[in-house]
């Protein structure tokens, strides 16, 4: 599956952003979608997943109450709904597509990754 990510840009400390990710391809509701960060000179960072019905999701403890991840199967995107935002949140985000029904945090887990798009909060 290809997948475009987009809805970055620059934001002050405790605003909102939602980052979109289209896919096209193969079937999409049958992936579990993620969303993981990176910063330069830093590892991949597993930031929410969600499964295929969106029953099931997962969020790394920092974000947890402050994002939302959520899909719609009809229209093949993921979004990730970035609330309360602070400086530490600053990354490049990347969605990534996973043809298994598990929702896992590492990124040899994911088989396709979109192009990433930047979020920057400043204080």
């Known amino acids: 599956v290809q997948l475009q990510a987009s809805g970055g840009g620059l934001v002050q400390a405790g605003d909102s952003l939602r980052l979109s990710c289209a896919a096209s391809g193969r079937t999409f509701s049958w992936y579990v979608m993620a969303w993981f960060r990176q910063n330069p000179g830093k590892e991949r960072e597993f930031v929410a997943a969600i499964s295929w019905s969106a029953g099931s999701t997962d969020y790394l403890d920092s974000v947890k109450g402050r994002f939302t991840i959520s899909r719609d199967n009809a229209k093949n995107t993921v979004y990730l709904q970035m609330n309360s935002l602070k400086p530490e949140d600053t990354a490049v985000y990347y969605c990534?597509?996973?043809?298994?029904?598990?929702?896992?945090?590492?990124?040899?887990?994911?088989?396709?990754w979109g192009q990433g798009t930047q979020v920057t909060v400043s204080s």
């Open positions: 990534a597509a996973r043809g298994r029904s598990e929702l896992l945090r590492r990124t040899s887990a994911y088989m396709d």
